[in-house]
């Protein structure tokens, strides 16, 4: 066993040549791999927060520059906190914010304790928590468990021997494994020092090995060292892909819902936090209290929007609300990744009608509703980019300006495309636009805890053109009443609910007066209609 001094302590060097184990706290880490005791930390924030409120997906590179190189850093987010604040919104999740070998999206880990330079430095992070605190908003971090960047240190130093005390945090084989095809096709790389290593995704980002008990602890740790800082949770990347058992088996197994149980069960010592995982394969299991807890409602998106595009409410978003535990699962229209969709403004033809009852859709339905930045103002298309994806992420448009409110000095990435128009300045405080319709939805479903964790009773039947249901909690019942149809329809109130005394809450419509106390709903195109009435 030929192994570097440098790695060792004399301590270790001793039991070497004595023939005897070595500890693993003995080896000298390449990187900071020290284990981090839990700190106590009350965010102030109320009892399930993340139930009872909307998220907002923030991409910090594109959100907001503060210091003129074109760039978005924290210091920009914490700049934008009291606009998220007066939009409603009550959590915000931070894409990858670690240093990365990307300097992009920040799935490339090159350190999880440590904050992307581009973005600001340690003591920015904690101000963004705190002021957000003070504003009762919750900052959840996304957490990429699966693969570190090819340049971590500690990847690079198993890549650098085949008998590095590190090679077992990653996943080798001596020959090239045959017959594995994964998200980036053949999954085996070969390694600088012979071996092949396994990358799901892409060379650039090799997989943990999760049969290591060290690497799983190494995670806790970093979770530990970011929770102690005040930090309200995690966004959990591509944990359905954590554990590989052959093949055919390396998507889903039973060892990846006993990973996040232990992430779970740590989160729930620190007390008011929340995790959600990324499944789009198994969104039900990773939900499950001995999984996750919550996970993404990957395919609702698919259903609300093909229902808004269709006129008429599709099968598919029935069923799905049905079958899955929405209620405790994370619900978004569109996110950061193309897989997902596109973003919603661009799905829609940049429809603005469309738009609103889409939103109206996800903020009445149960879940935890996740925003994705520039939806509420109908953002679309950054071009051109490198590769798609960088087309949903383009610069926040706060207003028409040459640069879009969003830096002094060039942005990183093209602005979108409608950019002049669709921005927060031209659409804040004007009646019926979309950033409007966006606030008052998110305020009624604050208002109501009906809308937040009522029970769900769906009265349409599939191909209606009027999606309608009831949310009950609290002594209260909500009634929504959604016509996708792009002409007036109407629906027939059961006898149960029929001639009841309604009262009018909100509609998109100009039509304040309207009141319900007959047996049948009637509305105008793609009109969004609510109503509530307390219980005996």
């Known amino acids: 066993m030929n192994l570097p001094r440098s790695l060792f302590s004399l301590a270790s060097l001793t039991a070497l040549l004595l023939g005897q184990p070595l500890q693993a706290a003995e080896l000298t880490a390449p990187a900071d791999i020290s284990p ?20 907002m997906e923030i991409l910090v590179r594109s959100y907001q520059d503060s210091n003129g ?14 606009y998220l604040k007066a939009l409603g919104i009550t959590g915000i999740w931070l894409l990858p914010v670690y240093r990365s070998a990307d300097h992009d999206h920040g799935y490339a880990i090159t350190d999880y304790r440590n904050i992307e330079p581009d973005y600001g430095t340690l003591a920015d992070f904690d101000r963004l928590v705190a002021e957000a605190h003070k504003r009762g908003i919750g900052v959840i971090l996304d957490y990429v468990m699966n693969h570190s960047a090819d340049t971590h240190p500690l990847f690079a130093a198993a890549n650098s021997a085949r008998n590095s005390p590190w090679r077992n945090w990653y996943v080798w084989h001596n020959d090239k494994p045959k017959g594995w095809q994964t998200y980036g096709g053949d999954p085996w790389y070969a390694g600088k020092a012979g071996g092949y290593y396994y990358g799901a995704f892409a060379s650039t980002m090799p997989d943990f090995n999760f049969r290591n008990p060290q690497v799983l602890e190494f995670h806790l740790d970093n979770l ?5 800082r005040g930090v309200d949770g995690f966004r959990f990347d591509a944990v359905g892909a954590l554990v590989e058992n052959g093949p055919n088996l390396w998507e889903n197994q ?8 232990r992430v779970h069960d740590l989160l729930n010592e620190y007390g008011k936090r929340y995790m959600v995982a990324e499944v789009p394969s198994a969104p039900t ?11 993404f409602a990957f395919g609702l998106q698919t259903a609300i929007l ?5 006129g008429r409410t599709m099968d598919t978003l029935t069923g799905y609300l049905k079958q899955k535990p929405v209620a405790r699962m994370g619900t978004f229209l569109s996110n950061h990744d193309t897989f997902a969709g596109a973003r919603i403004a661009q799905q829609l033809g940049g429809d603005i009608a469309s738009n609103k009852i889409a939103a109206a859709t996800l903020l009445t339905l149960p879940g935890i509703p996740f925003l994705y930045y520039g939806e509420e103002i109908g953002q679309t298309f950054s071009e051109p980019v490198q590769w798609d994806d960088q087309r949903l992420r ?44 966006y606030r008052a939805l998110i305020a009624l479903r604050k208002a109501h805890p009906a809308l937040q964790t009522g029970n769900l009773k769906l009265l349409s039947d599939d191909d209606d053109p009027v999606l309608v249901f009831t949310r009950e909690a609290a002594g209260e019942q909500i009634l929504v009443a959604l016509n996708y149809s792009r002409r007036p329809a109407s629906f027939k109130l059961p006898p149960a609910l029929a001639n009841q005394h309604w009262q009018f809450l909100y509609t998109t419509t100009d039509k304040a007066d309207i009141q319900l106390q007959t047996d049948e709903l009637s509305l105008t195109a793609q009109q969004v209609t609510i109503f509530k009435r307390a219980l005996p």
């Open 285 to 295: 299991e990773f939900s499950a209290s001995d999984s996750a807890g919550s996970a």
């Open 394 to 437: 383009g610069p926040m448009s706060w207003d028409d300006s040459a640069n879009a409110g969003f830096s002094t000095a060039k942005p990183f990435r093209a602005l979108a495309a409608n950019h002049a128009t669709a921005n927060v300045a031209a659409e804040q405080g004007q009646p019926g636009s979309l950033l409007e319709t």
């Open 224 to 228: 530990r060292f970011w929770l102690n």
């Open 69 to 82: 190189d074109g760039i978005g850093d924290l210091n920009g987010v914490t700049r934008r906190l009291d």
């Open 306 to 310: 093909k229902s808004v595009q269709m």
């Open 254 to 261: 039973p060892e990846n819902h006993q990973i996040m149980r």
């Open 36 to 55: 981090v005791a839990p700190q106590a930390h009350d965010s102030g924030l109320p009892q399930d927060w993340q139930q009872r409120g909307v998220f």
